[in-house]
């Protein structure tokens, strides 16, 4: 394959393009865009994203309940509160590292199915717990499923998406993500906490009705050798109207080229490990700036604030914003690209946490101190505040800054560390890497929301805050040096960029 030199044109590049006749790589384009069945597939794939974003935030308005709780089995002390917190971290670390394996194995789309069966284990545990032992399990299930459908649904997409469209598709994982959350968060002002979970069950068993008439990713399909198959599957996502020919033989072309099994001294070839290390740095600098904790522990933190608004009132705001947040990224991913919204991100969450930590440490502190979850006991706080008054302004600092944290983590750093990781990692590694990437990210997760109790009642609330300010500045650094621009090039040319290492293909 050429090379991708700026102002080459070709079958593969063609950076400045005369007016043609559409091309059939146009046309195929043009149809994936106008056929209903690509975006029926998506949905199904990530309702598994909306039951990940659900079962993660679940212990938000739980854990308050449950410290309220008359039953002695169910009552959670402060240990067992960050337990109940930070447990579905360690199970997603888990559903992660089985990625690795199932999403060669079974594929994309069988693992995403698999996902249902711990996932609707665990959500019935919690409904019927009548002790801390089946919380803890349920929780750890749940967060198996989820680090399963996170590392194989941002691939599923890529694969089945065709360039135009695959920015906006890429952040359909986070955009339901989000929705899941919100929807807990709006159940939560409506039912006990035994009912949530059972409400949990129902995203789940839609999305494996769905799943069930859905293809497979057509490159997995190749890559087995089903050839026939990967055909059928690429038709029925394109439409019937659409000649695939000319995709269908890149996506051939480019698995042929990659039929055997990485090997040690290839993992060691820069356009193997650059994209998967790039990967793997931007999982771990996602979680720690801090969006796990503070999803985790949202109620709690505004508990232990200042709010002229009631702590569960500004979750659900703040799930709203979010939401509002992951749709815009998607409506403008494909047009101001990745990078430019990594910027945007970054620089929004660092001003955010630091008003936070500035407000906690100068500002008003609570007229009764909450400790029900003990984010903080009254002489923890770092300086005397003064006292709140209900109708102060000023208390309204805590939910305008962390409606801005989750608006910039929501337009760029959430949604495009996922479709950055399923569109640069190498064919050959793609299972195995993203399993390994979404196997750090919830491990830090899990090392993060089971200090962050620890760390806030040793020194105080602030310097969490303080901490993840200082991470979104390295964010923007290594946006700006190490980050490839992805928008609008097929997953082939992507490849061929770390191939080669010519970097005006991706400016």
């Known amino acids: 394959m050429q090379e991708p030199l700026l102002g080459t044109e070709g079958p593969d590049y063609d950076t400045f393009p005369e007016r043609t006749p559409p091309s059939p790589r146009e046309r195929t384009g043009v149809g994936a865009l106008q056929n209903k069945r690509l975006f029926l597939a998506t949905f199904a794939a990530v309702l598994g994203n909306f039951s990940f974003g659900y079962a993660l935030v679940y212990t938000s308005p739980v854990i308050p309940a449950l410290e309220h709780s008359l039953d002695p089995n169910l009552s959670l002390t402060k240990t067992q509160a960050s337990w109940f917190g930070s447990v579905f971290t360690l199970g997603a670390a888990a559903g992660g590292l089985s990625a690795m394996v199932l999403n060669d194995l079974l594929g994309r789309k069988l693992s995403i199915m698999f996902s249902a069966v711990p996932s609707a284990a665990g959500y019935a545990l919690m409904a019927g717990a009548h002790g801390l032992w089946m919380l803890l399990l349920g929780r750890t299930l749940t967060g198996f499923a989820g680090g399963l459908t996170a590392a194989c649904i941002p691939v599923y997409v890529s694969e089945i998406a065709p360039p135009g469209v695959r920015g906006a598709l890429g952040a359909t994982p986070q955009l339901m993500a989000v929705f899941g959350s919100l929807s807990l968060y709006a159940l939560g002002l409506l039912l006990p906490w035994r009912w949530l979970a059972v409400a949990g069950e129902v995203p789940v068993l839609i999305m494996v009705l769905l799943l069930s008439f859905m293809p497979n990713s057509p490159r997995f399909l190749l890559s087995r050798g089903r050839d026939s198959e990967a055909l059928q599957a690429l038709a029925w996502l394109r439409g019937a109207d659409v000649d695939i020919r000319w995709e269908f033989g890149q996506i051939q072309d480019n698995v042929r080229r990659q039929s055997s099994r990485i090997s040690w001294a290839e993992a060691r070839d820069p356009h193997m490990y650059r994209p998967i290390a790039i990967a793997l740095l931007m999982r771990f600098l996602q979680q720690l700036t801090g969006i796990t904790p503070i999803l985790v522990y949202l109620q709690s933190i505004f508990d232990s604030t200042a709010v002229l608004l009631p702590p569960k009132d500004d979750a659900a705001i703040v799930g709203a914003v979010r939401l509002l947040s992951v749709l815009i990224a998607a409506l403008t991913m494909d047009l101001a690209g990745r990078k430019v919204l990594l910027f945007i991100s970054a620089a929004s969450m660092f001003a955010a946490n630091l008003t936070l930590g ?102 105080g609330l602030q310097v969490p805050f303080f901490f993840f300010a200082a991470i979104c500045l390295v964010n923007l650094a290594f946006t700006g040096c190490c980050v490839p621009e992805t928008k609008g090039r097929s997953l082939e040319q992507i490849e061929s960029f770390f191939r080669t290492g010519r970097r005006s293909f991706l400016r």
Do not use: D
Request: charged share 5%.
């Open 358 to 459: 500035l407000y906690v440490h100068f500002g008003p502190k609570p007229l009764t101190p909450n400790s029900t979850v003990g984010l903080e006991s009254a002489p923890l706080w770092g300086t005397e505040q003064p006292p709140a008054t209900p109708a102060s302004l000023l208390t309204l600092v805590p939910l305008l800054a962390t409606m801005l944290f989750i608006m910039g983590y929501a337009m760029g750093w959430g949604p495009i560390t996922w479709l950055l990781m399923s569109e640069i990692l190498p064919l050959r590694a793609r299972g195995v890497a993203s399993g390994l990437c979404v196997l750090v990210s919830w491990l830090t997760a899990f090392a993060l929301t089971k200090s962050f109790l620890l760390v806030v009642n040793a020194f």
